[in-house]
C-alpha cells in the first residue's frame, strides 16, 4: 500500500531581504532542498510547500539561512 502524505504549506518571513535578487536565491535555495516556494519581495515572505516525508521545515530554514537571511516562521507554520 502507498501512503501519500499530504503537502505541508507553511509562511515564513523573511524580513531582511531587500532586492529582486534576494527572491531568486531564496526561491532557490528552497528548490534545492526539494521543496516549492513562492517568495514575494514586498511582503518579505516566503510560501514554501513541501513533502513532509521528504523534506522538514527545518531544513527549508536553514537552506534560505546559509545565504545571510534571517527566517521567521509566520502563520500557518507548524
Ligand atoms: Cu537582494
Known amino acids: 500500500m502507498i ?16 532586492c529582486k535578487h534576494c ?4 526561491t ?3 528548490e534545492r532542498v526539494g521543496a516549492k516556494g513562492e517568495v514575494t519581495l514586498e511582503e518579505k515572505k516566503a510560501v514554501v510547500e513541501f513533502d ?3 523534506v522538514t ?5 536553514n537552506a534560505i539561512k546559509r545565504y545571510g ?3 521567521e516562521i ?5
Not at 501512503?3 to 531581504?17: F, R, S, Y
Not at 527572491?23 to 531564496?26: A, N, Y
Not at 521545515?57 to 530554514?61: E, K, V
Open 57 to 61: 521545515l527545518d531544513d527549508i530554514i
Open 3 to 18: 501512503l501519500v502524505m499530504p503537502m505541508v504549506k507553511a509562511v515564513l518571513k523573511i524580513p531582511n531581504m531587500s
Open 74 to 78: 509566520g502563520e500557518g507554520g507548524c
Open 28 to 30: 532557490k535555495a528552497i
Open 23 to 26: 527572491v531568486m536565491r531564496i
Open 52 to 54: 513532509p516525508g521528504k
Open 69 to 71: 537571511y534571517e527566517v
